[in-house]
C-alpha cells in the first residue's frame, strides 16, 4: 500500500546528466544543486510489517576501520585501515544491510530503469589516484577520540543537526579543497560510534566551517532523520552507510547496499528516505530511496574480483538511490589498493540489468530503519 502524504520541498534541484565520455573514469559529474520555490508534493511512504523482536538481533560486523585513536589534535586519515576496536556501521536489522534478493520487483521497474537509463553503463565513482586535484570518491576522515568539535553554520539550519561537529583542519573534502562540486565531508568516529556529515563545507579559516546542511548519525542506532528533512544527501541517508570501501573487499564480502544516482528524480521519497530534490510528479521517475538490485541472470562471473564483489553486493543487497547525478553512478571511498582497470569493467552492465524491488515487506516503522531481514 502506498500512503500519501505531503513534506517540505527544501533544496537540490534536478541535474541533468553530463556525458561521460566527457569525464574521466571514476569521477562523478556533481549534481547541480539549487534552491527551489517551496511547494506541496507527493511523498511516498511505504506500508510495514511484523518482525521478531529487534533487541534479539546480532550487531552488524561491518565497520569503516581506521587507525586505533590517538591523542586528541592527532591528524586524522582518509583511508582507514584495520583496527579492532571499529564500531559497526548501523545494527545488523538496518535496512541498508537488508538482502533484497528475494523480494518481489515493483510494477513501476521498467519505468523507472528506462527514466535512469536503459543503456546507461554502471559507472564506479571510486578508484585510485586523483582527479583534478581531489581523490576519486567520496573520502571517509576518522577522527581520534578527544576531537576538539568546532561550530557549523549551515545555510538549511532548520534541517540540520547544530553540532558542535568534530571536524579537523585538514578534514578530507569531496574534490578536493578546491573542489566547487558537492563538497560532501564524512567524519567517522570510532570512539563515540557517530557518522557526522556535510555538503557543501568548508573552512573559514579560523577554526569553524560552514556548510549547506549537516547530519549526525548515531551507528549503534536505527533512527531515520525527520521525515521532509535533508541531510548531507538529498535522500535524507547516511552516505556512509552507502560507501563501497576497499576495506570491505580485502575481507571478502560487501555487506550493505550501495549508494547510487539518477539524472532525474521525483518530488517524492519512499522508505528509508526522508526527503526529495524534484519539483517533477511523473510517475515513470523514481523516488529518492528506490530500492535496485542487479538481476540474478545476469553473469558476473568474469568480472575481475572487485568489480565482481562490488556486481555481487549487488545482487544480493541492491543499490540505493540518494541523490541527483550521472545514470547508474556508484558512489565508493578512494583508496590507492583499487584496481581502477578491475572496477572499470562494470561497464559491462547497463541499466537494463537492474530491476526496482518492493521492500514494504521489510519495513517495521516509517519513522525507524529498523527491518525484518529477508530469510
Avoid at 527551489?36 to 510495514?48: E, M, W
Avoid at 534479539?56 to 565497520?63: E, G, I, K, M
Avoid at 576519486?136 to 539550519?157: C, D, E, H, M, N
Avoid at 547544530?162 to 578534514?171: F, H, L, Q, T
Wanted: aromatic letters at 6%.
Amino acid at each position: 500500500m502506498i500512503a500519501p502524504a505531503v513534506a517540505k520541498h527544501r533544496r537540490l534541484g534536478q541535474n541533468a546528466a553530463v556525458p561521460t565520455s566527457a569525464m574521466p573514469p571514476g569521477r562523478l559529474q556533481p549534481a547541480r544543486r539549487v534552491v527551489p520555490a517551496a511547494l506541496a508534493a507527493l511523498v511516498v511512504i511505504l506500508a510495514g510489517c511484523t518482525a521478531p523482536n529487534a533487541s534479539t538481533r546480532p550487531a552488524a560486523s561491518r565497520s569503516v576501520s581506521g587507525p586505533a585513536p590517538t591523542a586528541a589534535g592527532s591528524s586524522p586519515t582518509a583511508s582507514p585501515k584495520p583496527t579492532a576496536a571499529a564500531c559497526s556501521i548501523f545494527p545488523a536489522d538496518n535496512i541498508w544491510h537488508a538482502d533484497v534478493s528475494r523480494l518481489p520487483v515493483l510494477p513501476a521497474s521498467a519505468a523507472f530503469v528506462a527514466s535512469i537509463g536503459s543503456t546507461a553503463k554502471v559507472h564506479p565513482d571510486f578508484g585510485a589516484g586523483d582527479y583534478d586535484g581531489g581523490p576519486i570518491g567520496i573520502p571517509i576522515t576518522t577522527v581520534p577520540a578527544g576531537q576538539a568539535r568546532v561550530t557549523v553554520s549551515f545555510q538549511y539550519a532548520d534541517e540540520s543537526d547544530p553540532g558542535p561537529y568534530p571536524v579537523p583542519a585538514n578534514a578530507q573534502i569531496e574534490g578536493g579543497p578546491s573542489s566547487s562540486g558537492d563538497r560532501h565531508v564524512i567524519l567517522y568516529d570510532p570512539a563515540g560510534c557517530r557518522d557526522y556529515e556535510l555538503y557543501a563545507a568548508y573552512p573559514n579559516g579560523n577554526g569553524t566551517w560552514r556548510a549547506g546542511s549537516g547530519a549526525i548519525f548515531d551507528l549503534r542506532a536505527n533512527r531515520l532523520r525527520t521525515r521532509g528533512w535533508t541531510s548531507a544527501d538529498a535522500a535524507g541517508l547516511p552516505i556512509l552507510a552507502g560507501l563501497v570501501r576497499y576495506d570491505e573487499v580485502a575481507a571478502g564480502h560487501i555487506d550493505h547496499a550501495i549508494r547510487m544516482t539518477a539524472p532525474k528524480t521525483r518530488s517524492a521519497y519512499v522508505w528509508p528516505a526522508t526527503h526529495f530534490a524534484s519539483s517533477s510528479s511523473s510517475p515513470s521517475l523514481p523516488p529518492m530511496g528506490l530500492r535496485l538490485r542487479l538481476k540474478s541472470t545476469v553473469d558476473i562471473s568474469g568480472l575481475p574480483t572487485q568489480a565482481r564483489m562490488v556486481a555481487q553486493a549487488m545482487k544480493t543487497y541492491g543499490v540505493i538511490l540518494a541523490d541527483n547525478g550521472s545514470p547508474w553512478y556508484l558512489s565508493g571511498a578512494p583508496d590507492d589498493r583499487w584496481s581502477n582497470d578491475a572496477l572499470h569493467a562494470l561497464g559491462g552492465l547497463t541499466g537494463s540489468d537492474f530491476e526496482a524491488v518492493d521492500v514494504s515487506s521489510l519495513m517495521l516503522s516509517s519513522n525507524s530503519a529498523d527491518c525484518r531481514l529477508s530469510e
